[in-house]
């Protein structure tokens, strides 16, 4: 389904809805290029679906281009989760929302570029017959370059023995955050059988977990976006967060890899230890809710 527009300033834009993951990660393939970071998320979920490692029972893929056909954004929804934006002009996010409000009305959130979600969130609530609110807002962080943090302990790669602790640990994780964890169990078992779950062993035991985000090739680089990170409470406060990050960030980068990572904008602590390990902040991420 394609629609093409006019909005105001003469700006024109065409939207496009794409069948599958696949033929939207090859027509995305240059913008996620020119943004890794930002299109990670998106990027990510694409790749898992057209691999077939998920399934939901309905996706919107959609790409915003220019009247040459050049896209300069891209948006999904893999129901019944919500909608997920890459930064746009506000031309562009209005006439997005005004196509998703016709074609996807029982859209439950959107999240994004906080400047560009806000828009598209302005305009939703003045045409839907549903209104958003804003939820939570996440920063996100790339890592220009590692300064490497250890305190007694070493990264251990999860294995299969591991399951049912690193499914407890995740769901905690879940609940602390207020993240959507969409099918936890099966996640958590491809991530431990591709090698994208590790736990800090301190003293013979494993007191913190953190993976990795399926890797998303993209033309300008390997972008890993690390994440869950999760410190039970009883060891918290002893460097174990930090150690199992670095650990693992300094583990893909000697692969050539970029690193990446959400957290909660108002978690103070996780966000310091980020810092000191040499993240920089890239952009903010608000996620939007409907009204019920």
Known sequence: MIILAMPSGNEEVLITRLDNAADFLEASDELRGLDPFRSNLIGSVALS????????????????????????????????????????????????AEVVAEVDPDMPGVSGSAETV?????????????????????????????????????????????????????????????????????????SIEEGRSYLWIYNGMPVSLAGHAPLVQTPTGTVGRIGPVYTPPEFRQRGFAGSITSALSEKLIRQGIFVMLYTAAENETSNGVYKRLGFQLLDQNNSYLVIR
Do not use: C
């Not at 220019?66 to 996010?93: C, E, F, W």
């Not at 003045?126 to 250890?150: C, D, M, V």
């Open 118 to 190: 806000d828009f598209f969130v302005s305009r939703w609530n003045s045409l839907a017959g549903t209104q958003l609110a804003l939820n939570s807002q996440e920063l996100i962080y790339n890592l220009p370059s590692l300064k490497i943090f250890y305190v007694n302990g070493e990264l251990r790669p999860a294995t299969s023995s591991d399951l049912p602790l690193i499914i407890e640990w995740t769901k905690n994780f879940a609940i602390d955050t207020g993240l959507e964890m969409p099918q936890l169990e099966s996640s958590v078992q491809t």
């Open 49 to 96: 679906v057209a691999n077939g490692t998920r399934k939901y029972d309905q996706t919107f893929w959609w790409t915003i281009a220019d009247s040459q056909g050049i896209v300069q954004s891209i948006a999904m929804r893999t129901a019944p989760h919500n909608l997920t934006l890459t930064p746009m002009s506000l031309a562009q996010a209005a006439r997005l």
